[in-house]
């Protein structure tokens, strides 16, 4: 599922190829996240996995607020206006996810293997992330 992590994150891809969807931290507002009491608060509500399906998806059994819709696509809304960018890696290549970026992860290649290190955090998206209601970050 798509979520962000409280540290830096290198990935390298020693086999295989796979699919990087990324979020800058700002975006957060926009990512249908969890509400900050579920246990997946860090993670999306949306399938990330077809891009390009979440974006037209709604869900029929959300709760519906009168005049306004349903909850889903209020924030289908909100999500179809976020920045996403899509890497693919592939053998050889590295990537590093600063501390908050939102990423989702799709192999593409039955064979894969990847190697993460995970260390330290920056600061830098802290008050972002606050803003965004992390404020136990």
């Given at each position: 599922?798509?979520?962000?992590?409280?540290?830096?994150?290198?990935?390298?891809?020693?086999?295989?190829?796979?699919?990087?969807?990324?979020?800058?931290?700002?975006?957060?507002?926009?990512?249908?996240?969890?509400?900050?009491?579920?246990?997946?608060?860090?993670?999306?509500?949306?399938?990330?996995?077809?891009?390009?399906?979440?974006l037209s998806?709604?869900?029929?059994?959300?709760?519906?607020?009168?005049?306004?819709?349903?909850?889903?696509?209020?924030?289908?809304?909100?999500?179809?206006?976020?920045?996403?960018?899509?890497?693919?890696?592939?053998?050889?290549?590295?990537?590093?996810?600063?501390?908050?970026?939102?990423?989702?992860?799709?192999?593409?290649?039955?064979?894969?293997?990847?190697?993460?290190?995970?260390?330290?955090?920056?600061?830098?998206?802290?008050?972002?992330?606050?803003?965004?209601?992390?404020?136990?970050?």
């Open positions: 599922a798509n979520h962000f992590d409280g540290s830096r994150n290198t990935i390298v891809m020693l086999r295989g190829a796979r699919r990087y969807l990324l979020a800058h931290p700002d975006q957060c507002p926009l990512l249908g996240l969890y509400p900050l009491t579920h246990p997946s608060s860090r993670h999306s509500q949306f399938d990330w996995s077809d891009y390009l399906a979440s998806s709604s869900s029929a059994s959300a709760t519906v607020i009168p005049g306004e819709g349903t909850i889903a696509e209020e924030k289908n809304s909100r999500f179809q206006n976020a920045r996403v960018h899509e890497v693919i890696l592939q053998a050889g290549d590295v990537l590093h996810l600063p501390t908050h970026y939102f990423h989702h992860i799709i192999t593409l290649d039955d064979d894969t293997i990847q190697c993460n290190t995970r260390g330290g955090i920056s600061g830098l998206h802290r008050q972002t992330m606050v803003d965004c209601g992390f404020t136990g970050i």
